[in-house]
C-alpha cells in the first residue's frame, strides 16, 4: 500500500511578505506587491513594474544569521522560505531519511551577471561568485545548512520547476525510498531573466491582469515556497498538524513549441486529466483551480481554453493569484502551493486583482472578490512553462 | 528494481574504440576531451538542425539514435540530467546583454539558455506528450534522473521512458576553470598541487527504459542510489560497505568497476573489497563532467553488447563481466552508485 504524503509545514518569501501569516494578510486585504523596481539595478527599471521581495540581499542575510559569505539572492531566499516551513522539527528527525527537492531556473544568475558586468566595465570581479551559478547550489547550501542528507535533488523546467519538485518528492515519499521532504522551488530577479522576457515582448508596463480580455503580459517576480511533507506514517510518529495533503498529479508536455502554447491546450488538458485520474476525483470534485494565469495571452487563452474542456459543464471558481507575486518562475508551483495550502485551511478563495472584461473564448469569469466558503476539499494548481512543460497538482483536505 | 535497457545512443569522445593519445592524470597542460560530432543529418532533419544549439542537437542526435536502438518511435516520457545546461545559450544572451547594454532585440540565445530546452526539444522532434523532466543537480543531474524513472516504472511497469544526460564544455568555461582564483576554491578536477586529476569532458548519453524485459533488452539496472554526504567519508571502500551494509545496496558478484576515481590506491583497494574485481578509472575515455556518469552506463551497455574486447580497457580478470559497478563521487558530497548486469 502506498503511503500517502501530507503537508505538515509550510513556508513562503515572495513581494507580498516573508511568512504565510504575511502571505495570508495582504491575500485578504487584496494588496498587490507588484510595483517599481528596488534592489535589482536595471536599465529597464522605470519601464517594468516587477513583484519584488522587500528586503536587500544584506537585510536577508542578517533575518537568517548567514554572513560567511557574499551570498546568491536565491540561496538567501530558498533558505528564508526552507526554514519557515520546517520549523525546529528536523532535530526529530532521521536526517537520512528526508530530501530536500528544489526547483530552480536562474541559480547564481543575480551573482553571475554582476560578475561579468565589472570585468566588461574593468572594474574588481570577484570570480568565486560564479561557485554559486548552477542551479544545484542553492539546494546544496540550504540542505546543509537544515542538516538533510536522506537525499538532495533540483528540478528545472521552467516556470513549472517547483510543481515538479513537489510531484517528485511525493513520488519519494510515497514509494518509501524517504520518509519526509522539504520541496518547493526559488527563483530570484536578474537582468538576465527580465531581459530574457523583455526580449520575448511578453512584459506587461502596468499591473499584469490575468485572464482578462485586454491583458497585456506578465509581470516577474521573485520568491521561494516550501512545503514540508511526509508521508502519513511520518506525520503520525512525529504528532505533526496535517494542513492538507498531496493527492495527485499529472505531468506532461505540449510538444508544441519552446516557448508557445499549443492554441488546444493539449498539454494542459492531459495535465490537469493526468491530476484527476491519479487524484481518483471527478472534474466535478474540483471546488477551486489556482491559475497558472500569468497574464499573457498565449498562456491564458490555452488554460482557459483546456479548463472549458476538462471542466465542462461544472467549471470551478478559479483566479490567478500572480496579481499579487508576479509571475516568480522556478518558485511559481511552490508559492501557489502555499496559497492553495492556505486557501483549504482557512476555507478562502483569494481573488484575481485587476480584472475587468471576460475573455471573449470563455464562458466563466475569475472569482475577483475574497470569496468565504467551507466547502474547498479540493484544490488544483496549475503551472505550465517553457519547454511545453505542464503540471498539475491536487491538494486535498485530509478527513 | 527494475529497468531495463533496450536502446542507447550518445555523443562522445569515441574512446575507449579509437586508439586516441589519452589525455589525464599524468599530463601537466591543461587538457580537455571533447565530443566528437555525428553527422547529424542521420537522426535530424537539416531545417530543423539550424535552428538547433550544439549541445541540444548532441543531446536530440543521442535521443534519436536510442529510440532508433531500441526500436521505439514515441517514448511514454522523456527524462534529462544536466549539471549546467545550455551554456553556450546562457554565455551569448548574458554577453549581448552586457554588451547592448539591456537593449537587445532577438530572444533566440534566451529561448534555448533553457535547462529544460533539451528535454523539451526531443519531445518535439518525436511528438511525445507524455511526462517530461530535467534534473539540474551537480553531481546527482544524471542520477536523480535515473531514481525519476525507477519511480515512474515502478508506478507504471509497462512504460517505456527516455533517459539521459547532457553537458557541454565552452571555451568561456574553461577559461573559468583555469582560472586559479576559481579553481582554488572550487577545487575541481584539481589535485593538491592544481594539477589536473583528468581531462574535463562532455558529452551526452541516452537510454531506453523499460519497467518489464522485452525481446531487446541487452541489460537490467539493478540499483541506483546516492548519496548526499556533506561531512562524509572519503574512503570508497567506507562508502561501499556502508552502501551495502547500512542501505542493502547489493554488491554481491560485481566483476568489473567503472570508478569516477583518480587515485590507484583508491582503485586497488576498490578492487580487492570486491574479490579482485577490474576496476577502470573512466574518466580516461570521457573526461571530468558532473553527467559522467551515464558515460559510464553507456560504456556498461557496449560491454555487455559487444563484449569488453571491443572496448580498450584495462578491465583485470574481468573478461566477461556480468555485473559492473558504477561508483563515481563530486567533492566527496556527491557520491553515486549504479549497478548494472547483464540478462
Known amino acids: 500500500?502506498?503511503?500517502?504524503?501530507?503537508?505538515?509545514?509550510?513556508?513562503?518569501?515572495?513581494?507580498?511578505?516573508?511568512?504565510?501569516?504575511?502571505?495570508?494578510?495582504?491575500?485578504?486585504?487584496?494588496?498587490?506587491?507588484?510595483?517599481?523596481?528596488?534592489?535589482?539595478?536595471?536599465?529597464?527599471?522605470?519601464?517594468?513594474?516587477?513583484?519584488?521581495?522587500?528586503?536587500?540581499?544584506?537585510?536577508?542575510?542578517?533575518?537568517?544569521?548567514?554572513?560567511?559569505?557574499?551570498?546568491?539572492?536565491?540561496?538567501?531566499?530558498?533558505?528564508?522560505?526552507?526554514?519557515?516551513?520546517?520549523?525546529?522539527?528536523?532535530?526529530?528527525?532521521?536526517?537520512?531519511?528526508?530530501?530536500?527537492?528544489?526547483?530552480?531556473?536562474?541559480?547564481?544568475?543575480?551573482?553571475?551577471?554582476?560578475?561579468?558586468?565589472?570585468?566588461?566595465?574593468?572594474?574588481?570581479?570577484?570570480?568565486?561568485?560564479?561557485?554559486?551559478?548552477?542551479?544545484?547550489?542553492?539546494?546544496?547550501?540550504?540542505?546543509?545548512?537544515?542538516?538533510?542528507?536522506?537525499?538532495?535533488?533540483?528540478?528545472?523546467?521552467?516556470?513549472?520547476?517547483?510543481?515538479?519538485?513537489?510531484?517528485?518528492?511525493?513520488?519519494?515519499?510515497?514509494?518509501?525510498?524517504?520518509?519526509?521532504?522539504?520541496?518547493?522551488?526559488?527563483?530570484?530577479?536578474?537582468?538576465?531573466?527580465?531581459?530574457?522576457?523583455?526580449?520575448?515582448?511578453?512584459?506587461?508596463?502596468?499591473?499584469?491582469?490575468?485572464?482578462?480580455?485586454?491583458?497585456?503580459?506578465?509581470?516577474?517576480?521573485?520568491?521561494?515556497?516550501?512545503?514540508?511533507?511526509?508521508?502519513?506514517?511520518?506525520?503520525?510518529?512525529?504528532?505533526?498538524?496535517?494542513?492538507?495533503?498531496?493527492?495527485?498529479?499529472?505531468?506532461?508536455?505540449?510538444?508544441?513549441?519552446?516557448?508557445?502554447?499549443?492554441?488546444?491546450?493539449?498539454?494542459?488538458?492531459?495535465?490537469?486529466?493526468?491530476?484527476?485520474?491519479?487524484?481518483?476525483?471527478?472534474?466535478?470534485?474540483?471546488?477551486?483551480?489556482?491559475?497558472?494565469?500569468?497574464?499573457?495571452?498565449?498562456?491564458?487563452?490555452?488554460?482557459?481554453?483546456?479548463?472549458?474542456?476538462?471542466?465542462?459543464?461544472?467549471?470551478?471558481?478559479?483566479?490567478?493569484?500572480?496579481?499579487?507575486?508576479?509571475?516568480?518562475?522556478?518558485?511559481a508551483g511552490a508559492i501557489e502551493a502555499v496559497i492553495s495550502a492556505l486557501t483549504i485551511k482557512n476555507g478562502i478563495i483569494f481573488p484575481n486583482i485587476n480584472y475587468k472584461t471576460r475573455m471573449k473564448e470563455l464562458s466563466a469569469d475569475p472569482v475577483s472578490s475574497l470569496l468565504k466558503t467551507n466547502d474547498i476539499r479540493n484544490v488544483m494548481s496549475n503551472s505550465f512553462g517553457f519547454g511545453g512543460n505542464n503540471s498539475s497538482i491536487i491538494y486535498s483536505k485530509v478527513v | 528494481m527494475n529497468l531495463y535497457i533496450s536502446g542507447i545512443g550518445a555523443v562522445n569522445a569515441g574512446l575507449p574504440f579509437k586508439n586516441e593519445n589519452l589525455s589525464g592524470g599524468e599530463s601537466q597542460e591543461f587538457s580537455v576531451i571533447r565530443c566528437v560530432e555525428p553527422d547529424y543529418k542521420k537522426y535530424i532533419d537539416p531545417k530543423f538542425s539550424r535552428r538547433l544549439s550544439r549541445i541540444i542537437k548532441m543531446g536530440l542526435y543521442a535521443a534519436r539514435m536510442a529510440l532508433s536502438d531500441a526500436d521505439i518511435s514515441v517514448p511514454d516520457g522523456i527524462i534529462t540530467g544536466t549539471s549546467l545546461g545550455c551554456l553556450v545559450d546562457t554565455g551569448k544572451f548574458l554577453r549581448s546583454m552586457i554588451e547592448e547594454n539591456e537593449s537587445l532585440s532577438s530572444p533566440s540565445a534566451f529561448i534555448q539558455s533553457t535547462h529544460n530546452s533539451i528535454s523539451s526539444q526531443i519531445a518535439i522532434a518525436v511528438s511525445c506528450n507524455g511526462y517530461n523532466s530535467t534534473y539540474t543537480n551537480r553531481g546527482f543531474s544524471f542520477e536523480s534522473a535515473l531514481i525519476d524513472a525507477v519511480l515512474q516504472l515502478e508506478e507504471n511497469s509497462r512504460a517505456g521512458f527516455l533517459i539521459g544526460a547532457s553537458d557541454e564544455i565552452t571555451d568561456e568555461f574553461l577559461d573559468i576553470l583555469k582560472n586559479p582564483g576559481f579553481a582554488e576554491y572550487s577545487g575541481y578536477n584539481y589535485d593538491n598541487n592544481f594539477r589536473q586529476l583528468f581531462s574535463f569532458g562532455e558529452g551526452t548519453a541516452y537510454f531506453y527504459l523499460s519497467g518489464e524485459k522485452t525481446g531487446g533488452s541487452f541489460c537490467r539496472i539493478t540499483s541506483v542510489k546516492t548519496f548526499f554526504t556533506p561531512d562524509g567519508p572519503n574512503d570508497p571502500v567506507k562508502i561501499l560497505n556502508d552502501a551495502s551494509a547500512i542501505h542493502g545496496v547489493d554488491l554481491h558478484d560485481i566483476d568489473l568497476v567503472l570508478s569516477g576515481g583518480s587515485d590507484p590506491a583508491d582503485a586497488s583497494a576498490i578492487s580487492k573489497r570486491f574479490s579482485g574485481a577490474g576496476v577502470v578509472m573512466y574518466k580516461k575515455y570521457c573526461g571530468e563532467y558532473l553527467t559522467s556518469v551515464s558515460y559510464a552506463l553507456w560504456l556498461s551497455c557496449i560491454i555487455f553488447r559487444n563484449g569488453i574486447d571491443k572496448v580498450i580497457i584495462d578491465a583485470g580478470k574481468a573478461s566477461t563481466p556480468e555485473k559492473i559497478l558504477i561508483f563515481n563521487s563530486f567533492e566527496n558530497k556527491y557520491i553515486s552508485l549504479v549497478t548494472v548486469e547483464n540478462v
Do not use: W
Open chain 1, 1 to 331: 500500500m502506498k503511503q500517502r504524503v501530507f503537508i505538515t509545514g509550510i513556508g513562503i518569501i515572495s513581494a507580498i511578505g516573508r511568512s504565510a501569516d504575511e502571505t495570508i494578510n495582504s491575500l485578504c486585504s487584496c494588496n498587490t506587491g507588484i510595483s517599481g523596481m528596488r534592489f535589482l539595478d536595471s536599465r529597464l527599471k522605470d519601464i517594468f513594474p516587477v513583484g519584488e521581495v522587500k528586503y536587500s540581499n544584506s537585510d536577508l542575510s542578517d533575518m537568517l544569521s548567514v554572513h560567511e559569505n557574499k551570498y546568491s539572492r536565491t540561496f538567501l531566499l530558498s533558505l528564508a522560505a526552507a526554514r519557515e516551513a520546517s520549523g525546529d522539527r528536523l532535530k526529530d528527525y532521521n536526517p537520512a531519511r528526508v530530501g530536500y527537492v528544489s526547483g530552480n531556473t536562474v541559480g547564481g544568475m543575480d551573482l553571475t551577471e554582476k560578475y561579468f558586468q565589472s570585468l566588461h566595465s574593468g572594474g574588481e570581479a570577484d570570480i568565486t561568485s560564479l561557485l554559486q551559478h548552477d542551479c544545484g547550489y542553492s539546494a546544496q547550501k540550504a540542505a546543509e545548512c537544515l542538516n538533510i542528507s536522506g537525499y538532495v535533488t533540483t528540478i528545472s523546467t521552467a516556470c513549472s520547476s517547483s510543481a515538479n519538485s513537489i510531484m517528485h518528492a511525493a513520488m519519494l515519499i510515497r514509494s518509501g525510498v524517504i520518509d519526509a521532504a522539504v520541496a518547493g522551488g526559488v527563483d530570484s530577479l536578474t537582468k538576465f531573466t527580465l531581459n530574457g522576457f523583455n526580449s520575448l515582448k511578453i512584459l506587461d508596463t502596468q499591473l499584469c491582469s490575468p485572464f482578462d480580455e485586454n491583458r497585456n503580459g506578465l509581470n516577474l517576480g521573485e520568491g521561494a515556497a516550501y512545503l514540508f511533507l511526509e508521508s502519513e506514517k511520518s506525520a503520525s510518529d512525529h504528532m505533526q498538524d496535517v494542513i492538507c495533503e498531496v493527492k495527485g498529479f499529472g505531468n506532461s508536455c505540449d510538444a508544441f513549441h519552446q516557448t508557445a502554447m499549443s492554441e488546444d491546450g493539449m498539454g494542459p488538458k492531459l495535465a490537469m486529466r493526468g491530476a484527476l485520474k491519479s487524484s481518483g476525483l471527478e472534474p466535478r470534485d474540483i471546488h477551486y483551480i489556482n491559475l497558472h494565469g500569468t497574464g499573457t495571452s498565449n498562456n491564458d487563452l490555452s488554460e482557459g481554453i483546456s479548463i472549458e474542456d476538462v471542466f465542462t459543464g461544472t467549471i470551478p471558481p478559479y483566479s490567478s493569484t500572480k496579481s499579487y507575486t508576479g509571475h516568480t518562475l522556478g518558485a
